[in-house]
């Protein structure tokens, strides 16, 4: 198979996998589900889903060897939802766990921790509105555009966040270092702005 704009998705057994893969299909997109190691590395870009726990999620990758090839890859690679929170240093999202924070790939230079919603119902579950950097992953996408959330843990707004949301408090609702970016919310729940967001992704590494 010619793999030169092939999307990989890693098989990483979460529950959300099929409907991300779904997302991408909708855009006609070249994707495959894998955990092997040389097809993750010819891929033009490369998606981390999750939902669950952070350490459920980390020992996933774990388990399936997948790490140390997550940090050896140059092309882009985008983490959705807890996806995304595994690309940070840490997270205290222990899932019942009595040990200290979990160790995450350590990609991205910041630590996911309780979201404080000051009182609203958790999760933070539904629509809400982002505000947008100037990052690749936003083009065509607006202020104030709407994106579908479900989460109870947040990566706090650094010098890494490429855009925000608020529910209780700001935080990131999506982080991004050199090739590794992820988004806090679920594009593949989203609708038209979800959509043009994973096209832009698609958009990018489609020369590798």
């Not at 999620?57 to 983490?79: C, E, F, K, W, Y």
């Not at 939802?81 to 222990?94: D, F, V, Y």
């Not at 090739?179 to 679920?186: C, E, S």
Request: hydrophobic share 40%; net charge negative.
């Amino acid at each position: 198979m010619n793999q030169a704009n092939t999307t990989v998705i890693l098989d990483t057994g979460c529950a959300n996998l099929s409907s991300v893969r779904f997302a991408f299909e909708r855009l006609q997109a070249n994707v495959i589900v894998s955990a092997d190691h040389q097809v993750i590395k010819s891929a033009a870009r490369v998606v981390l889903p999750g939902v669950g726990t952070a350490g459920a999620a980390m020992d996933a990758l774990v388990s399936r060897d997948l790490v140390t090839i997550i940090n050896s890859l140059t092309q882009p690679v985008m983490g959705v939802c807890l996806g995304m929170q595994m690309l940070a240093e840490k997270s205290n999202e222990h899932g019942g766990r009595t040990d200290s924070d979990i160790e995450c790939l350590g990609l991205i230079p910041t630590q996911i921790n309780d979201l404080d919603s000051q009182g609203l119902p958790l999760p933070h579950m539904g629509w809400n509105q982002i505000s947008v950097s100037d990052h690749p992953l936003f083009d065509g996408i607006e202020d104030g555009s709407y994106v579908y959330f479900v989460h109870s843990f947040k990566a706090p707004i650094s010098e890494y966040t490429i855009a925000t949301s608020q529910y209780g408090e700001s935080f990131s609702a999506a982080i991004g270092k050199d090739n590794f970016f992820g988004v806090q919310f679920h594009p593949e729940k989203s609708a038209a702005i979800g959509s043009k967001i994973l096209q832009n992704f698609l958009n990018m590494g489609s020369q590798a």
